[in-house]
């Protein structure tokens, strides 16, 4: 979706502000709601497609005025409520007034440590890979209104596939559905001045993994 | 700033919008937790625990560590290179946001960044959680158009002619930036040059701190 998270090449949003890294947190309510979140994915009524779908889809007034970790409560609370486990009058009330649909799948304290652990790789059994590493492509003008990791500043510029990584999950898909729909992956390389015109900055490149859905052959 | 009279207790003085901010994220993540406890969707010691392994064991040194390696182990450059997920397994940094990992080498020619303009896609078991800037408008629109700019607020400027490249994280594939050792580390062991290795020089926003120079 053209949302308020398709950043990339956009001006105006000021300087970047480093910070030590031992920095971890910069509030006790950014821990809870890292925990909160990580511990709500077991409940399996989403996945880290809609996940993500649900942070863009915020309106972009508040996702450019929150900090991250906000925006991670605000798109919980609404994928929680679309699933049924949370109503807006608990939300006013601060606590619980029905049952939950799924504690049966609480995450324990116990099985965290191996869930974070063992992660959730994408790779899939899928279709064979129609490019090949040095192929030109051109990635498609795809504007979905729904989720989508095609980036706009790298919408119908051409570039060079430098990896293929088999067949992964298709966030396009999976975001609105349960189906995985596994599409072949690439890593695809562009020059900074098909990126941005003529002031782009001649030394450099910028890669993007794009699934085949994204892109057309382009005559060398 | 609401301007209706205050008649609870204020534990201290609110005199701007951000204690006033923080205050409601308090409140409602507070409030979302109990409604999820009291409903059993959610065990707070589990939240405990999952905070427990981002603040206190996966973090940077993780990835330090892998660098060291590579810069002292040819064999495991070598296989960074051709399987990097599977390298890093190897020394037990395994698990989620860390799936599907690609390690890139700088070398004087070539400098590379990582960046994930489309929300936060970060190395989570070599490098932890992402920071603030990470995360934020200004690192993830300007990151992939002019990263030069973006270096110096990190007070790193490269030579005119180092091309660059920027990887931005689309994708579940996640990108570990493996910098150029450092002048003056030879003889150095690998613990001692994994505490030369900063953070910000594994996404390619710094260069690794040189001996005898406090990182």
């Known amino acids: ?220 | 700033m609401h301007d209706h009279p205050h008649d609870h207790a204020h534990g201290h003085d609110h005199g701007h919008d951000h204690d006033n901010e923080m205050d409601e994220m308090t409140a409602r993540a507070r409030a979302l937790e109990t409604i999820l406890v009291e409903k059993g969707l959610v065990d707070p010691a589990a939240v405990d625990a999952i905070i427990e392994t981002y603040e206190h064991q996966v973090g940077p040194r993780n990835g330090a560590s892998v660098v060291a390696r590579a810069w002292t182990d040819p064999d495991f450059a070598d296989w960074l290179r051709r399987d990097a997920t599977a390298a890093i397994s190897s020394m037990g940094f395994t698990g989620r946001q860390g799936e599907h990992m690609v390690a890139v080498f700088n070398t004087p020619d070539q400098h590379n960044m990582v960046v994930c303009t489309l929300c936060s896609c970060y190395p989570w078991p070599v490098l932890g959680l992402p920071p603030t800037w990470y995360k934020a408008p200004a690192y993830r629109s300007r990151a992939v158009r002019e990263p030069r700019a973006v270096l110096a607020e990190f007070g790193v400027t490269l030579p005119e002619g180092t091309r660059i490249h920027v990887w931005d994280s689309t994708a579940e594939v996640r990108y570990l930036v493996i910098p150029e050792r450092p002048a003056g580390s030879d003889g150095m062991d690998a613990e001692a040059l994994a505490a030369l290795v900063t953070r910000d020089s594994m996404i390619g926003c710094g260069q690794p701190a040189r001996p005898g120079v406090a990182a």
């Not at chain 1, 510029?157 to 609105?176: E, I, L, N, S």
Request: glycine fraction near 10%; include cysteine.
């Open chain 1, 1 to 220: 979706m053209n949302g308020p998270q398709d950043l990339g090449g956009r001006h105006g949003f000021g300087a970047v502000v480093p910070e030590p890294e031992t920095d971890r947190f910069h509030a006790a309510w950014e821990k809870r709601v890292l925990g909160l979140t990580l511990a709500c994915g077991p409940l399996a009524h989403w996945n880290i497609d809609s996940s993500r779908h649900a942070r863009e889809s915020l309106p972009p007034a508040i996702y450019y005025n929150a900090s991250y970790y906000e925006i991670w409560l605000r798109a919980l609370t609404n994928l929680l409520e679309r699933a049924g486990e949370i109503g807006a009058d608990e939300l006013a009330a601060g606590h619980a007034l029905r049952p939950g649909l799924r504690p049966d799948r609480c995450l324990t304290a116990a099985d965290a440590p191996g869930v974070l652990a063992r992660g959730g790789p994408a790779d899939r059994p899928g279709p064979a890979p129609a490019f090949a590493v040095g192929d030109r492509v051109r990635t498609r003008n795809h504007q979905p209104a729904g989720h989508t990791r095609l980036p706009g500043y790298a919408r119908g510029r051409v570039g060079v596939v430098t990896a293929v990584h088999g067949a992964h999950v298709f966030p396009d898909h999976h975001a609105h559905s349960p189906e995985e729909d596994p599409k072949p992956l690439y890593t695809v390389q562009f020059d900074a001045g098909e990126l941005y015109g003529a002031d782009a900055d001649p030394t450099l490149t910028v890669s993007i993994e794009a699934w085949e859905p994204y892109l057309d052959r382009s005559p060398a």
